[in-house]
C-alpha cells in the first residue's frame, strides 16, 4: 500500500512508529520489539571436559579399541598399542580403574593401525601389519593363531599398509578386510579368498585412517589432506568415492563412526578431535585436550569415545548420549 502522508518506512501499522506500537502494548510483528532491542542469539555452550583420563602409557599412543565385558562381567575393556614398545595394551574400565591388566606382545613396528572385529566371548580377530612392508596379517586373538596373510599382486604396487578395517559381511564365512595404503588408495580383500575384491583412490597422501558404516555400504577416509574423503560399497563388492568434506586444518590421523551410525569423529594433527553428523557430516563440536596430536579414536557399544595422543595419555568422553 501507499505510505499516508505523513508516515515513514519506520512507521507501523496505522501510521504508529515503533515507539509508539511498544508504548500502546499493541501487537505488532516482531511482538513490537524494536530491532535494536532484540537479543543477540545465545553462545553454544562450551564442549566438556573428558569423563576420565588414563595416564600409564609410556609413549605416545596409536591405537585403540574397546572389546566386550572382562570375564563377563559387563564392563568393558580398551585396547591400546603403543608403536615403538611393540604391545597392546588391555585396559579394565570397570568403577573408573585405570591401570593396564594385560599386555600382548606384537611382530612389528611401524605407521600402520591394526583393526579388532570380536567373534564371541573372549574371541576376536586382528588384522596388523606383518613382517614384510606390504603384507597384513590375520591373527585370531588371544590364542595368537594365524588365520592368513594378505600380500598385494606385484604389479599393484599400493605401497605399505597404513590402516585397517576388519568387517564381517553376511555374505563371507571370514571378515572383509578394508585396507588403506601409501599410494592414497583404498582397497577391499576377502579374507577367506585372500584376493582383493576392489581397490578405489581416494586420496593424493597415505591414508591415515579410515572407517566403514556396513548398515550404510557407507565409508570415510582421511589423509595428510585438508579433507575428508567419503565413499561407498556396492552390491558387487566395488568401490566408489562419492565426494570429500573439507576440514579447517590438514591433518587426519584417524576417523570413527559410532556404532549407532549418527556421529563421525576425527582425530587431528592440530592436537583437535572433531565430531560430526555421519549423515550430513555437520560440525558439532570441537574438543580441545589434548597437548598434543591425536593419533587414534574408539568409540564403545555404549557411546564412549576414547582418544590416544602423542602427549601419552588417553582421553574418554561421553558425548550427545545415545538415545
Not at 570397570?94 to 573372549?122: H, K, M, T, W, Y
Not at 600380500?151 to 555374505?171: F, N
Request: a neutral charge; hydrophobic letters at 40%; proline letters at 9%.
Amino acid at each position: 500500500m501507499p505510505l499516508a502522508p505523513g508516515t515513514s518506512h519506520t512507521s507501523d501499522f496505522a501510521g504508529r512508529s515503533w515507539s509508539e506500537a511498544w508504548t500502546e502494548g499493541r501487537d505488532t510483528p516482531g511482538d513490537c520489539i524494536p530491532p535494536s532491542m532484540v537479543a543477540p542469539p545465545s553462545p553454544p555452550p562450551p564442549p566438556p571436559d573428558p569423563q576420565f583420563v588414563l595416564r600409564g602409557a609410556r609413549s605416545a599412543v596409536h591405537a585403540l579399541h574397546f572389546c566386550g565385558g572382562a570375564q563377563g562381567q559387563g564392563h568393558p575393556l580398551l585396547l591400546s598399542g603403543q608403536g615403538r614398545d611393540l604391545r597392546m595394551h588391555v585396559w579394565d574400565l570397570a568403577e573408573g580403574r585405570n591401570a593396564i591388566v594385560d599386555s600382548v606382545c606384537l611382530e612389528s613396528v611401524g605407521f600402520c593401525r591394526g583393526s579388532v572385529l570380536a567373534c564371541g566371548p573372549q574371541r576376536w580377530m586382528l588384522a596388523m601389519p606383518g613382517k614384510g612392508g606390504d603384507e597384513v596379517q590375520i591373527l585370531e586373538m588371544p590364542s595368537k593363531t594365524s588365520v592368513c596373510s594378505l600380500k598385494p599382486e606385484a604389479e599393484a604396487r599400493p605401497g605399505m599398509p597404513m590402516c585397517l578395517q576388519l568387517w564381517q559381511a553376511d555374505s563371507s564365512p571370514l571378515p572383509l578386510l578394508l585396507a588403506g595404503y601409501e599410494d592414497g588408495s583404498v582397497a577391499l580383500w576377502d579374507v577367506s579368498a585372500r584376493k582383493v575384491c576392489s581397490r578405489v583412490a581416494c586420496h593424493e597422501e597415505p591414508v591415515m585412517g579410515l572407517d566403514f558404516d556396513s548398515q550404510k555400504a557407507r565409508g570415510v577416509s582421511g589423509s595428510a589432506e585438508k579433507a575428508l574423503a567419503v565413499w561407498s560399497l556396492d552390491e558387487q563388492r566395488a568401490l566408489q568415492v562419492h565426494g570429500t568434506h573439507q576440514l579447517t586444518n590438514p591433518g587426519v590421523a584417524d576417523v570413527r563412526i559410532r556404532p549407532d551410525h549418527r556421529l563421525l569423529a576425527t582425530a587431528g594433527w592440530d592436537h583437535r578431535i572433531r565430531v560430526f553428523h555421519w549423515r550430513t557430516m555437520k560440525p558439532l563440536a570441537v574438543l580441545a585436550f589434548h597437548s598434543a596430536a591425536v593419533h587414534c579414536l574408539a568409540f564403545a557399544t555404549d557411546g564412549l569415545l576414547a582418544a590416544g595422543s602423542g602427549d601419552q595419555r588417553i582421553s574418554v568422553w561421553s558425548l550427545y548420549p545415545r538415545m
